[in-house]
């Protein structure tokens, strides 16, 4: 069984920073990519950033520049560093990763339980 375990959310006023870790533990093989979505109340959930294991990355137009994803392939970790925070970041940010495991032959997808991020103005 994959566990996804997030920490590093809170409240920060605008123009803070905060740094979002997930490490993923579990019988895993290999890692295609790890990301992290954001949820605003109302709002569709969307991609933040992904990595994956070739070195592609992704950012979501508005966290250009601001965010930085990274990850520690040694502890199956990925990494969200968030400066200048804006009340508009505020939501709940979800780890996402797609591995396969030593009890499947594909690869599947995983999602943590969320931590809320909140940006006071």
């Known amino acids: 069984q994959v566990q996804l375990v997030e920490s590093g959310g809170g409240l920060v006023q605008a123009g803070g920073t905060l740094r979002l870790s997930c490490a993923a533990s579990?019988?895993?093989?290999?890692?295609?990519?790890m990301a992290w979505y954001r949820q605003a109340p109302g709002k569709q959930r969307e991609l933040v950033a992904r990595i994956t294991t070739g070195g592609g990355i992704y950012y979501l137009d508005s966290v250009k520049g601001r965010f930085t994803i990274s990850r520690d392939y040694a502890k199956n970790t990925v990494y969200l560093q968030m400066g200048s925070l804006e009340p508009e970041d505020t939501a709940v940010y979800y780890c996402y990763t797609h591995l396969r495991t030593y009890s499947s032959s594909s690869y599947l997808e995983y999602w943590g339980q969320g931590t809320q991020v909140t940006v006071s103005s």
């Open positions: 579990g019988n895993i093989v290999s890692i295609n990519a």
